[in-house]
């Protein structure tokens, strides 16, 4: 399977194609079973209609296909594994990984400086999101510290707006993105994504020097992502002739 290239299909199917052990790290944000759930966005208050939750009736239903993807993930893994989850999923990712062997090294919560109103006001603002990491051999793993002040397990961003805002519903911002790359793997290293939708992994690993592999079911999203992933290249070249012409 090549590398810096977004595939279209199931990931269920995508990942069989993949060796044991040939990926460094995987970094995925899988649907969270939120059907019906109302949200606003700018002015315009939407309930949530995603395609990929239409088929779980149950949230039994929803953790047992998630057991099918993480069974392939920790396969195909040699290093870490991060893990976007609800709070209320994550007791079930991390049992099942341990299960396997795999060590549940950290979970890390990012808080929305901006998120969505509570439209009926019955309930806290769903401001943060957890991230879950893992690691195969819990003595020897990629982790690249930086600062005291910059390793914290809680960070804060705003949710993407404005012109970054693509039209995939639970797009992570970039500098999220980057910072865990850049944190749990090494330059040259393949990530992958199994959850792609708008390509910010890709983004980033395009611009941090890592190696990428994407699946995305949708096609509309594959167009999105491959736009942005082109973005990024033509500025690079644009950037790189400034510094010939001012050599």
């Known amino acids: 399977m090549e590398t810096n290239k977004i595939y279209q299909g199931d990931c269920l199917e995508l990942m069989k ?7 460094d790290l ?20 939407k309930r949530t209609k995603f395609k990929w939750d239409e088929g779980f009736k149950t949230n039994k239903d929803y953790i047992a296909w998630c057991y099918l993807w993480l069974e392939q993930i920790e396969r195909i893994t040699k290093d870490s594994i991060l893990i976007w989850s609800k709070y209320s999923d994550a007791s079930y990712f991390i049992e099942f990984l341990e299960n396997k062997g795999w060590k549940h090294k950290a979970g890390i919560v990012w808080h929305k400086t901006n998120p969505m109103p509570q439209i009926r006001k019955k309930n806290y603002l769903m401001s943060y999101e957890t991230l879950l990491w893992f690691v195969r051999d819990n003595k020897n793993y990629k ?16 949710i993407c707006m404005g012109k970054v805002r693509t039209k995939h519903p639970s ?8 910072w865990l790359i850049k944190n749990h793997s090494n ?6 994504d199994v959850f792609m939708g708008s390509g910010t992994t890709a983004v980033a690993c395009k611009q ?21 992933i082109e973005e990024v290249k033509q500025e690079a070249m644009q950037s790189e002739a400034r510094h010939s012409s001012q050599a």
């Open 17 to 23: 194609q993949i060796e044991d052990k040939s990926i």
């Open 26 to 45: 995987v970094l995925t944000d899988p649907p969270y079973n939120v059907q019906g759930q109302i949200f606003k966005f700018g002015k315009k208050e």
């Open 143 to 158: 982790f690249n510290f930086s600062t005291q002040k910059e390793m914290h397990n809680f960070f804060e961003s705003s």
């Open 171 to 178: 797009q992570k911002p970039l500098g999220v993105t980057e």
């Open 187 to 192: 330059e040259g290293d393949i990530v992958l």
């Open 208 to 228: 941090l020097n890592r190696n990428f592999i994407g699946f995305e079911i949708n096609p509309e999203y594959i167009k999105i992502a491959n736009k942005r």
